[in-house]
T-cell receptor
Framework: EAGVTQFPSHSVIEKGQTVTLRCDPI?????LYWYRRVMGKEIKFLLHFVKESKQDESGMPNNRFLAERTGGTYSTLKVQPAELEDSGVYFCASSQQDLRLGSYGYTFGSGTRLTVV | AQSVTQLGSHVSVSEGALVLLRCNYS??????LFWYVQYPNQGLQLLLKYTSAATLVKGINGFEAEFKKSETSFHLTKPSAHLSDAAEYFCAVSRMDSNYQLIWGAGTKLIIKP
């Protein structure tokens, strides 16, 4: 099966611009997660979708970040306007509805490296 | 609250030597624990996971980890390092009270000396 796909793989934008990251989960995976790693720090949870619904968005840093998952398939994460501190690697992961991780667990995408200059 | 501590941001070992990457966690409930690896320019790949079954967990590429509840540890080991093991390794604990989101350690970069 195809894995989790993220694009772009890299993005360099100027402060104040808008950037949209996309994640295509594994087909049939209801759960979709966004994580972020800012340079030199831990990977942090951003939000969790179950199908098209936001289950938990407690990790979203501020209202400049907007995530959507229309139709419960792919998801986008928009940053508008981007700030310098938004630079980092954004990871997406998906898992099946059954959250017994002993059986399934997550599959991660390769990440999008965002650089705001 | 759950948290993960990885000791050592960088660990250097010689090729063929034992690899030991340390991970300690805190959790008020039985945790699920994970080790992920990120090779240069690649995504996060699951090495192994502990989900309350056997305490000694074997993963891919010859890695294994032992869950020690009394020490709240989940250290990652490999008997003999290979040059291809050079990567960054992440320990993570799952929050069962919050949709199984992962809480991550800061990561350890493993350097293999020829």
């Amino acid at each position: 099966e195809a894995g989790v796909t993220q694009f772009p793989s890299h993005s360099v934008i100027e402060k104040g611009q808008t950037v949209t990251l996309r994640c295509d989960p594994i087909s049939g995976h209801d759960n979709l997660y966004w994580y972020r790693r800012v340079m030199g720090k831990e990977i942090k949870f951003l939000l969790h979708f179950v199908k098209e619904s936001k289950q938990d968005e407690s990790g979203m840093p501020n209202n400049r970040f907007l995530a959507e998952r229309t139709g419960g398939t792919y998801s986008t994460l928009k940053v508008q306007p981007a700030e310098l501190e938004d630079s980092g690697v954004y990871f997406c992961a998906s898992s099946q509805q059954d959250l017994r991780l002993g059986s399934y667990g997550y599959t991660f995408g390769s990440g999008t490296r965002l650089t705001v200059v | 609250a759950q948290s993960v501590t990885q000791l050592g941001s960088h660990v250097s070992v010689s090729e063929g030597a034992l690899v030991l990457l340390r991970c300690n966690y805190s959790s008020s409930v039985p945790p699920y624990l994970f080790w992920y690896v990120q090779y240069p320019n690649q995504g996060l790949q699951l090495l192994l996971k502990y989900t309350s079954a056997a305490t000694l967990v074997k993963g891919i590429n010859g890695f294994e980890a032992e869950f020690k509840k009394s020490e709240t540890s989940f250290h990652l080991t490999k008997p003999s390092a290979h040059l291809s093991d050079a990567a960054e390794y992440f320990c993570a604990v799952s929050r069962m009270d919050s949709n199984y989101q992962l809480i991550w350690g800061a990561g350890t970069k493993l350097i293999i000396k020829p």
